[in-house]
C-alpha cells in the first residue's frame, strides 16, 4: 500500500478505481443508477459514465456508487485515460530530521538532477 511506501505518508489513501469496479459490477443492474449496458463500451466511455454519477443521485445515495467526487482525479487527452491522482495526506513535519528526511525522499537525485525521487503517482 502507499502509505507503507513513506513514512510521510498518511493512511487512508483515497482513489477512484474501487468506486470504479464497484460501479461497472453493480450500477448496470441497479434500477437507481439508469446506466444501462456496459459490455459493448470502451473502459474509456464506462469512465465517462461514472464520472457523471452525482453525488446526489439515488444511484450514490442509496448504493455509494458516486463519481462525481473523482471529475478532478482523472484527465482525459484525445478520449483516452490521460492521467489520474490519489489523494492521500501526509503526516507533519515536526522536527528537523522529518523536514531533512522528506527533503532527502523528495529532492533531485545525484546521478539525474532532473527527476524525483518521488513516485510518478503521488
Known amino acids: 500500500a502507499l502509505s507503507q511506501k ?3 505518508v498518511q493512511a487512508p489513501v483515497f482513489s477512484w478505481l474501487a468506486s ?14 439508469h446506466i444501462g449496458r456496459l459490455r459493448n463500451k470502451t473502459f474509456e466511455e464506462k469512465l465517462q459514465l461514472f464520472l457523471q454519477v452525482e453525488i446526489q443521485s439515488p ?3 442509496k448504493y455509494g456508487i458516486c463519481g462525481e467526487q473523482f471529475k478532478q482525479d482523472i484527465t482525459f487527452k484525445e478520449g483516452k485515460l490521460y492521467a489520474s491522482r490519489l489523494r492521500f495526506q501526509h503526516t507533519p513535519l515536526r522536527t528537523q530530521h522529518d523536514y ?6 523528495t529532492s533531485p537525485s545525484p546521478r539525474d538532477r532532473q527527476k524525483s525521487r518521488m513516485p510518478s503517482s503521488a
Open 59 to 61: 444511484c450514490c445515495q
Open 100 to 105: 531533512i528526511s522528506c527533503l532527502l525522499y
Open 6 to 8: 513513506g513514512d510521510t
Open 20 to 33: 470504479y469496479n464497484q460501479f461497472e459490477l453493480q450500477a448496470p443492474t441497479l434500477e437507481d443508477c
